[in-house]
């Protein structure tokens, strides 16, 4: 499942860098392409862009969530 970025994005930047995928695109708000987003799974435990953003503004698809929420699932999906 790939997470997405809220309005709350005050487009930083921060996260961009921090995506082993190269999921996320610049812009009003960032935006996480859903074809390349793993979540970090093979990369990282946590999901690096969550991480990274300073205003919580990424979470799971359809819905805002909270951050061991996404690391919970990250794991989940981490464990296989
Ligand atoms: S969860 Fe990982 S793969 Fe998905 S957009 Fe964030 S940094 Fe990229
Ligand atoms: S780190 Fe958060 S606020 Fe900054 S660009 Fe990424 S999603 Fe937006």
Redesign the pocket.
């Known amino acids: 499942m ?2 997405m970025i809220t309005d709350e994005c005050i487009s930083c930047g921060l ?1 961009i860098d ?7 695109t610049e812009g009003e708000p960032f935006f ?2 859903p074809e ?6 093979g ?2 435990d946590d ?4 991480n ?1 953003c300073p205003v919580e503004a ?1 979470g799971a698809c359809g819905k805002s969530a909270n951050r061991p929420t ?1 690391r919970a699932a ?1 794991r989940r999906a981490a464990a296989g």
């Not at 390349?36 to 799974?41: A, I």
């Open positions: 790939a997470l996260c921090d995506c082993p995928n190269e999921a996320i996480i392409n390349l987003c793993t979540e970090c799974v990369f990282f999901p690096q862009c969550v990274a990424i996404i990250g």
